[in-house]
Nanobody
Framework: QVHLVESGGGLVQAGGSLTLSCEPS????????TGWFRQAPGKEREFVAA????????SYADSVKGRFAISRDNAKNTVYLQMNKLKPEDTAVYYC???????????????WGQGTQVTVSS
């Protein structure tokens, strides 16, 4: 069973930055596509960003384009989500997930982490 571990969440003021990391328990996941999703209280889980295992052509939700950047370091078996110009509406639990296929729907991802809380104060 593959486990993903997120880290880097925390409390930050609006306009600030955070970098989330996602590291799988198995090196085979290095060849999986990876996505970041978030879920705010009372809302459904939503797509944030995704990156192919090759690192090419990442995809972003419109709400984070120009502010967030997803990247991966396959040598370190880690995927990152750099979040800049954070807004209070970015407050949520952020999850990383891994999938053989590249897509933006949560249902397409087989492996998930436990999530890390990001709170943006106004």
């Amino acid at each position: 069973q593959v486990h993903l571990v997120e880290s880097g969440g925390g409390l930050v003021q609006a306009g600030g930055s955070l970098t989330l990391s996602c590291e799988p328990s198995e090196r085979t996941v290095r060849t999986y596509n990876t996505g970041w999703f978030r879920q705010a209280p009372g809302k459904e889980r939503e797509f944030v960003a995704a990156i192919r295992w090759t690192g090419e052509a990442p995809s972003y939700a419109d709400s984070v384009k120009g502010r967030f950047a997803i990247s991966r370091d396959n040598a370190k078996n880690t995927v990152y989500l750099q979040m800049n110009k954070l807004k209070p509406e970015d407050t949520a639990v952020y999850y990383c997930a891994a999938s053989i296929v590249f897509e933006t729907a949560p249902s397409g991802y087989k492996y998930w982490g436990q999530g890390t809380q990001v709170t943006v104060s106004s």
